[in-house]
């Protein structure tokens, strides 16, 4: 059964930023994409970045490129989302999410297993 547990979520002021982790276990992580989502308040989920099997290939919500960083450690089965220069808008809990795909997506339907989020909160 594969588990995704986020963690690194926390407040923190406008232009700050905060490190996101996500540890994967129940399957072989280094096989598979992963995703990072966010839930703003009252807001539909909404895609992050995507992250490739290997490592190699990313793929950023315009909003968000330039600012966040997504990697990965296939040795610790850990992805993690570097988040720099935060604005109020980026408030949300924000999930990790794996499904089928080897490469990078941003479809929801694309990812079958979620974690359980973590709040960000950005004061302005």
């Known amino acids: 059964q594969v588990q995704l547990v986020e963690s690194g979520g926390g407040l923190v002021q406008a232009g700050g930023s905060l490190r996101l982790s996500c540890a994967a276990s129940g399957r072989t992580f280094s096989n598979y994409a992963m995703g990072w989502f966010r839930q703003p308040p009252g807001k539909e989920r909404e895609f992050v970045a995507s992250?490739?099997?290997?490592?190699?290939?990313?793929y950023y919500a315009d909003s968000v490129r330039g600012r966040f960083t997504i990697s990965r450690d296939n040795a610790k089965n850990t992805v993690y989302l570097q988040m720099n220069s935060l604005k109020s808008e980026d408030t949300a809990v924000y999930y990790c999410?794996?499904?089928?795909?080897?490469?990078?997506?941003?479809?929801?339907?694309?990812?079958?297993?979620w974690g359980q989020g973590t709040q960000v909160t950005v004061s302005s």
């Open positions: 999410a794996t499904g089928s795909a080897t490469t990078v997506t941003n479809s929801v339907r694309e990812y079958e297993y």
């Open positions: 992250i490739n099997w290997s490592g190699r290939m990313k």
